[in-house]
Structure formats: C-alpha cells, structure tokens
C-alpha cells in the first residue's frame, strides 16, 4: 500500500456545499476502490491524504487533479505504508479554523499519528 499527500487550493467563490459534494464522491467511490484517507479544509485551501493500493491511489488522484474545482495542487508525498493511518474512514474530514492544533488534531485522529501525518499536519498550519 502506498500513502499519498498533497495540498491545492479551492478556486473562489467556494460553491457552499462543496464538500459535502466531494464527501459523497468518495463514500460513493473509495470503498470499492479500497481506499482511506482524510480531507481538511480552512476555507481556501485542501490537505488531503489518501491511502490504499498504488494503483488504486494513483487513478484516484488522477481524477481529482483533473477537478476544476481546486487548482496549484502540489504532491507533498507518496510512501509505502504497512498499516493505514486513516483505515476507519472512506475520508474523514475536519474544517480547520486558523491558529488551530494541529498536532493535537492529527494525535488525535489517527490514535497515535506517524510522525510523517503529524508533519503534514504542521506544515498545513503554517501556509
Ligand atoms: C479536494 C478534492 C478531493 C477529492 N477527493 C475525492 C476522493 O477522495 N474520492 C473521490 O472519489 N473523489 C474525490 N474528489 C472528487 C473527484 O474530483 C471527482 O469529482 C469524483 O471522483 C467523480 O466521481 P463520480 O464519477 O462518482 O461523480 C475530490 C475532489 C476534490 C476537489
């Protein structure tokens, strides 16, 4: 299995149910496909991370770079996992307000959150 992360950002004006939208494509598609994940938001920009089978991943994020929805996406990683970080969700979600914890968050999403989630985590606060 491989872990994919990247980050884009919405293209403005937000549509108000857009991620209700995107929620419902990946309940719609990801269990099939075999895959987990988590999606954060603060408004304008998207983290997400996406788990499963490298094929399966990658076809996944083919269709979602193609989205004309968001744009500037950015690849922030891909990695071999043994184990998922995310594997009770077909993605979970959380709205991010700014100054948020989000070290805390991911402690407390994944149970006990690789050090690489945490980073990510991080680093998303700080763009
Ligand atoms: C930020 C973002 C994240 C998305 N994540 C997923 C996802 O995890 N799974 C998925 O199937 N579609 C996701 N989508 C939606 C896809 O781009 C695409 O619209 C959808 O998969 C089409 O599904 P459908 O053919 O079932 O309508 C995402 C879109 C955006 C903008």
Redesign the pocket.
Known sequence: MIQLSYI?T?RQPVEPD?VE??LA??R???PR?G?T?L?L?NGRR?L?V?EGEAEAVRA?YQ??A??P??FAMVRLGEREIESRDFGDW??AYREIAEGGDLAALAEKMTGSASATVRALFTSYAAI
């Open positions: 884009s919405a857009l939208r995107i494509a990946s719609r598609n990801n496909a895959l994940g999606l938001f998207f997400q996406i996944t269709r979602i193609a989205d929805r968001h077909d993605m």
